[in-house]
């Protein structure tokens, strides 16, 4: 068996760190990862006047509540879409002039899902450039609280999610949002860890969130947690073991239901996939996971489990092309405007190796095969389109190239390591 860890979830981090920002005291926040996308999150705060101190190996002491300053300077939010998103709203609610941009990358990702509701919500946002896109300007406001809104998104996003909380609750007005679908709850579960007045609701396949900003006159508690490992980077290595045939455990991952669509995926494809709950982080179930290979099924995905595996496609397409038949995804049109058109990039790179594949509107179909696979992969710079070919890539039979090794970093530093571990087997032995 190989025993590996994972760096912090992204999600997690930026949302533990930008809430401590907010809370009446001093927050020691343990297992931030080392990602670009997180560091952008932690600069953004700092410029904005946040206490934010790094006290090495991955522990940081946010000191709330920030004494909050415009930025001279546009804020520069890198790759990171949670931290565009997510700022977007807070800087909103707590109404403060500011810029937000992103890099080549980030600024093709449409931002209306965030800046139409923020409007509604009385926030003076809008677009510097073109409609939809980064750079985004923030006016800031006279006074008063934003109106409060009922909310029904078209997309059912958590960073939309994440942003309207962000505003309410600094902009101190009700909120409540009803989801078609359930995307992952986290911002909901740390708030709730430090005692706001949220509220969830199942409705159908989707979820009615509330949160009672406007009467609510006490202030977030402090929180001490350590992030929970990354399901979303866990996922490229579990691909290599089930495609090496090698058992692979991962410690200390987190294991929020609406994260492990992926899991019920590998199960219901014949893997075996053992979750062993070790205990609770700022309401977050964590667990140590265990994948075992077994001959494997194709499978096929619908729109009501894409949220909660949104982030996995590609490690589960990587998978399905070494699977005999024909997997398929559906419902995941969101995959176009990740860090790259994911759909497209995914079937074009497929393409390239040697195996048939179909790209359809919303998502694609694979027909696996075992024929040897080689080529170089066009990455677009998109981490998780680079790690699921290289998870593709140890599997036997197989020889792939991808052409940016160093955008894994948004994610998953330490991902060309652990990945050699998989490979050669000499992770530490049981
Ligand atoms: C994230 C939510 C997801 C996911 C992204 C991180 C978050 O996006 O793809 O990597 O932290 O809220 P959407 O929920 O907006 O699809």
Known sequence: MIHLRVPGDKSVAHRLLILATLAEGESTLSGVPASLDVASTIGCLRELGAEVE?????????TGPAAWQSPREPLDCGNSGTTARLLSGLIAGLGIEAELRGDPSLSLRPMDRVVYPLQAMGARISYVERADRLPVRLEGRASGALRKLRYRPRVSSAQVRAALLLAALAGRTDLEILDRLRPRDHTERI???????VTS?????????????????????????????????????????????RRVSIEGVGA????????RVLAEMGARVDLEE?????????????VT?????PFAVDESLVPQLIDEVPALVALASRVEGVSVIRGASELRVKESDRLAMLVSNLRTLGVRCEELSDGLRVHGTSAPLRGIVRTGGDHRIAMAFAALGVGPGCSVTVDDAQCVDVSFPGFWDALTEVDSGEGVQQ
């Not at 790094?54 to 946010?62: A, I, S």
């Not at 929020?256 to 899991?263: A, E, M, W």
């Not at 070790?278 to 265990?290: I, S, Y």
């Open 54 to 62: 790094d006290l090495g190996g991955g522990t940081f002491r946010v």
């Open 191 to 197: 708030l709730r860890a430090m005692g706001a007045p």
């Open 201 to 245: 609701e199942p409705r159908e396949s989707g979820e009615k969130v509330g949160l009672r900003g406007g009467t609510w006159n006490r202030g977030l508690a402090p929180i001490d947690a350590a992030v929970p490992g990354d399901l979303s980077s866990a996922a490229f290595l579990v691909v290599a073991g089930l495609l090496t045939g």
């Open 256 to 263: 929020n239901p609406t994260r492990t669509g992926f899991l």
């Open 278 to 290: 070790t205990g609770t982080e700022a309401g977050e179930p964590v667990g140590d996971l265990m």
């Open 293 to 297: 290979a077994r001959s494997l099924r």
